[in-house]
């Protein structure tokens, strides 16, 4: 939806494409899955930033659905790593009341993911200071086309007439319907790419383009992208 020009403050909701681990790993001599570990301590880091300075929606790229072609032992050290994750963040994410949640094809990974991501879903779905999403086999041509599926079926069996589809329709059978678009992207490594994330929610969002790998994006890094974004004049649209 558009609104008025305005100048911004804190985001809302901030988005990151996690980039660089692989190149920190190799400048280093390391395994690609060492450059994922300290990633993972990235992502801790910028969870609790975001609580610190006011940020709610918080949607982390984690794994796309182009990711599936990668070796298997780095998918493999991926989804242990993000067991892992859930198991130690889960009660902090509790304590502070952050409500966890998934964006993607949560039925394409492995059973002991799944199961993790679920429960910790349950435990914090009542949980209101913040969200984290994690966007886990994530495309957003997919969930774009899972929509007009939606969509068409509902028009088929006579439940919606075609020419009321409109911009609504779609917003409301994406992945996360009730989440905020994103105000603020981020970007490490220093590529200028969307690489199939949110195509549909990032249509009016600021980018921030880091240089810094994602395992070297700490604290002082994310809250300089936040300064930055401050500073923008979001227009919208409009000419002022
Ligand atoms: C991109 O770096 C990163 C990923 C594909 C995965 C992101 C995963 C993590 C940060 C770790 C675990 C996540 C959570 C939520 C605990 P790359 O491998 O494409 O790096 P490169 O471009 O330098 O090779």
């Known amino acids: ?3 008025n020009a ?3 403050s804190i985001p ?5 494409i996690m980039d660089g681990n692989g190149r920190w790993a190799k400048e280093r001599g390391l395994s690609r899955i060492k450059g994922h570990e300290e990633g993972a301590e990235s992502v801790r880091v910028i969870v609790d930033a975001c609580r610190k300075v006011g940020v709610k929606y918080l949607t982390l790229y984690a794994f796309s659905v182009e990711n599936w072609v990668r070796p298997k032992a780095e998918i493999a050290g991926l989804m242990k790593l993000l067991d892992k994750f859930l198991t130690e963040r889960e009660k902090d994410l509790h304590e502070n009341d952050v409500r966890l949640r998934v964006s993607g094809r949560i039925e394409d990974l492995p059973l002991f993911v799944r199961r993790k991501l679920k429960k910790v879903m349950a435990a914090t ?3 209101r ?3 984290l ?4 086999s994530y495309g957003g041509r997919t969930e774009i086309a899972n929509a007009a599926k939606q969509i068409a079926k509902l028009a088929a ?6 020419e009321k589809v409109d911009e609504a329709t779609v917003a409301e059978h994406l992945y996360l319907p009730d989440v905020p678009d994103p105000d603020l992207m981020i970007r490490t490594s220093g590529e200028m790419r969307l690489s199939n994330f949110l195509l549909w929610q990032l249509s009016y969002a ?3 383009i880091s240089k810094k790998l994602w395992p070297d994006f700490r604290e002082a890094e994310f809250l300089e992208a936040i300064e930055e974004y401050k500073g923008r004049r979001r227009r919208f649209g409009d000419i002022k």
């Open 1 to 3: 939806m558009k609104k």
């Open 6 to 8: 305005e100048k911004s």
């Open 12 to 16: 809302e909701h901030v988005a990151i």
């Open 125 to 127: 779905k009542d949980n």
């Open 129 to 131: 200071a913040g969200q």
């Open 133 to 136: 999403i994690l966007a886990l």
């Open 157 to 162: 069996t006579g439940q919606l007439e075609p």
């Open 206 to 208: 600021e980018f921030y």
